[in-house]
């Protein structure tokens, strides 16, 4: 079966760098309240997916599968499927299709060294809904043909499917040395992380295109940057810089080796909606049905914005610099990083922040 | 749903104590050769099941779904269902319809507390099939309706949903003071046991009748007891009373609580075929394909059988007696059970120890 093959093209090890789990004070699932900002306000472009929907969609099931791509531990992810599920019911109930409302099966997908069984303990007792979770990058083949009929992906496709190899080679013109981000790099790297986040948006698009149900639909919220910005805008790829420059400043002091922090890059790319539009454009087997592009909202409470942004960023990035570094620097790392922010506020002001809303539709064969 | 919502009647916290998770020495992992010489036996009865899958199984869909209940954290689950998929495979072929043969998607369950990441980082890259974790006890709710098209339990169902409450229960004729098992212990407490495998064996019957496709097949291997022989005998059940003579002697030590020591019973039930032919025949939607009865084979190596009967019970029990007495005490209990096994190699000598390979398909509706 070529197609489960084809998964074993992408080296898990490559990108394998989780959320960090459990649910400490560090964890994603303490620190991923920006995320749910943006699923909050997409509840309503899941209902418009779901309208999209063929009527017919389950003609050949009495199963409704959706599937969530980078579903992290939670609880976002529950979140979000019980909107789909609730928009998917609304829509029966809509066309008069009371009795015919199927039951559900959600597949919770991310990569292999993701915490499923935080996930799996987090589940609640009374889901309406069969759960499964799915490991493996949705860069590949993760489900048989056609078997899906909503897709969602939340916060996830900003992650290169890996750095690209350049990046990280002594003897490339495109290495980049000294900085861990390709934003505030050369043209050569940013080169090389643009040919890698297209070759990742084609696999993509590809291994969902056959794994989609006719007449189902995928939903993507994209954290982004807007058409014709460059890349040291986005607020995130800012942050990257700064975290960045911490790890140079350890550097130079002998807490960490600077061999270590050369060969350090994060594999996050803010695209624009024109990529997006570009990628689907390029695969042809999806029709873009609605893209809204949305400022990038943080919803926080008591804690400051500076200590939220922290904790985000150490939640998406803990366990690569982890993995890199050794345990023992990552506190040092994120109270240099809070200081900066602390000291010039401004470091962050003058970036941006779009979220891609995006429904998509397979087109019929 | 009601479905889905039924699971939520059993607490997951009443029976899920897990094999001993990771792949350190004591592992589940490393010992479970004894019931992977009976998944050997059973290969060709997985041909036989096979056959007698309905030809036009797939009729509403291209995809064929495994489950394996029960799965634990590999690799015995990774060879019952690559044997499970060659079955398939071959009884296509042998119809001549080669070019049909379906993908295939596999769900491993095992209760939530089970290690799935274990599992997860187990799968090979190079596997021919989709493969997807469901958490969750195999007694209630898993699947959607009609969604398996081959059901496959290997040494799980002897283990109960949970410690039937009487026995643990201070005011109760079935209290089983001092004991740690019903095989050993007296008329009520041997009643409280029946009565649960009795609920269970119904539970599980039901849940599977309502998930299993038409024509789809379940195929159940238990270890057990002959028909007519008493509880005392299966030499699984003689290993339990061996552990709770540790106990207890540690418990007049002083090493343990005795009141906890009363408090803990292993929910392990060993089944005849008669109890089984009588839980499919009160369910009434499965036929009773084939029932072959095994004498439990150990395969071993270069360690001692001795050896081998200790880690495979340690595998089996370390989470369960680590929760109620501290891990403390656990590689005290185990050396002074290999030391009675050593002084006495008799004591287990006695024992009967039977699998039963069944299989069972769907009646027509």
């Not at 689907?280 to 400051?304: D, I």
Request: proline share 4%.
């Amino acid at each position: 079966m070529a197609a489960a093959g084809e998964a074993s093209k992408f080296s898990e090890e490559a990108y394998a760098y989780p959320m960090t789990g459990g649910d400490g004070p560090n964890s994603y699932a303490k620190n991923s309240t920006l995320q749910r900002g943006a699923g909050d306000a997409a509840k309503e472009l899941l209902n418009e997916a779901a309208e999209k929907l063929d009527i017919d969609i389950l003609s050949s099931s009495n199963t409704f599968h959706i599937a969530d791509l980078g579903c992290s531990v939670g609880p976002n992810t529950f979140f979000a499927v019980e909107n789909i599920i609730e928009a998917v019911k609304f829509k029966f109930q809509n066309q008069g299709l009371n009795s015919q409302i199927p039951e559900f099966q959600v597949f919770f997908n991310d990569h292999t060294q993701n915490d499923f069984n935080m996930l799996f303990r987090s589940f609640s007792q009374n889901r309406q809904y069969y759960a499964a979770g799915v490991p493996g990058s949705f860069y590949g083949r993760l489900f048989p043909d056609a078997s899906v009929h909503f897709f969602h992906s939340s916060y996830a496709l900003q992650w290169l499917s890996r750095v690209p190899k350049e990046v990280v080679d002594k003897n490339s013109p495109a290495w980049n040395k000294g900085r861990i981000h390709y934003s505030n790099s050369t043209d050569e790297v940013v080169r090389a992380y643009e040919a890698q986040h297209a070759e990742d948006m084609e696999c993509f698009l590809n291994a969902r295109a056959q794994e989609i149900a006719d007449g189902g639909v995928t939903v993507l919220l994209i954290p982004g940057r807007p058409n014709g910005t460059p890349h040291s805008h986005p607020v995130g790829n800012l942050s990257f810089q700064l975290i960045g420059s911490c790890l140079m400043e350890m550097a130079r002091k002998g807490v960490v080796s600077e061999e270590k922090v050369d060969a350090f890059n994060i594999p996050v790319y803010a695209m624009t909606p024109e990529e997006l539009e570009a990628a689907v454009e390029g695969n042809g087997r999806f029709s873009l049905e609605k893209m809204e592009t949305l400022p990038h909202v943080s919803t926080h409470g008591t804690v400051s914005v500076t200590q939220l942004v922290v904790s985000h960023l150490r939640a998406a990035l803990e366990g690569r610099i982890t993995q890199q570094f050794g345990e023992e620097i990552v506190d040092e790392l994120f109270e240099s990083y809070l200081k900066k922010l602390e000291e010039q506020p401004s470091i962050l002001a003058t970036g941006t922040a779009i979220i891609f809303l995006v429904v998509l539709k397979r087109k019929a064969n």
